[in-house]
T-cell receptor, first 112, second 110 residues
């Protein structure tokens, strides 16, 4: 089955700097990789996702890169702002695509 | 923008009692899910539901859990006899290929 590892568990960056969170997965058949942002007391919100037929996807200050050979994908946030402070989760589907296997989460702290 | 809604936002119950958590998925979605998140831990899959039946369930989803889509709009999770370790945030999600999550129900079992 799928196993998703996420690093780091906590990331503290200066406002305006970039943040990078990395995930590895085990199932080479996985073809969809979402990133979710969870603010305190709220449900996870999808912020960006990537499918296996592309290597990079960007949406304003957020980008995701995928390396299928190495089985890892990363979230990049540029020009970080205080409202980026949250817990970020990566996920990958089991081969059935019915369920997501989640990483352990990264607590991102933006220092003013 | 359509969104997944969940009620109640908080539920406190006594151990051994039954609880029903409710979700209204996004209207044109066909896949529905329940996940839970114990405080400070990762999100865990419980069950997926498609075409009025369970598609997959995890080891967590034992006989005390059940799901139902009683009226074509609501999607419910029932926990028959709650245990202390059932205390968690429960998230409903619906999917059109991408899973969208509701705000969650915080369940506290005393």
């Amino acid at each position: 089955g799928e196993n998703v590892e996420q690093h780091p568990s906590t990331l503290s960056v200066q406002e305006g700097d970039s943040a990078v969170i990395k995930c590895t997965y085990s199932d080479s058949a996985s073809n969809y990789f979402p990133w979710y942002k969870q603010e305190l007391g709220k449900g996870p919100q999808l912020i960006i996702d990537i499918r296996s037929n592309v290597g990079e996807k960007k949406d304003q200050r957020i980008a995701v890169t995928l390396n299928k050979t190495a089985k890892h994908f990363s979230l990049h946030i540029t020009e970080t702002q205080p409202e980026d402070s949250a817990v970020y989760f990566c996920a990958a589907p089991l081969d059935s695509n019915y369920q997501l296997i989640w990483g352990a989460g990264t607590k991102l702290i933006i220092k003013p | 923008e359509p969104e997944v809604t969940q009620t109640p936002s908080h539920q406190v119950t006594q151990m051994g009692q039954e609880v029903i958590l409710r979700c209204v998925p996004i209207s044109n979605h066909l896949y529905f899910y329940w996940y839970r998140q114990i405080l400070g831990q990762k999100v865990e899959f419980l069950v997926s539901f498609y075409n009025n039946e369970i598609s997959e369930k995890s080891e967590i989803f034992d006989d005390q859990f059940s799901v139902e889509r009683p009226d074509g709009s609501n999607f419910t999770l029932k926990i028959r006899s709650t245990k202390l370790e059932d205390s968690a945030m429960y998230f409903c999600a619906s999917s059109d290929g991408t899973q969208y999550f509701g705000p969650g129900t915080r369940l506290l079992v005393l």
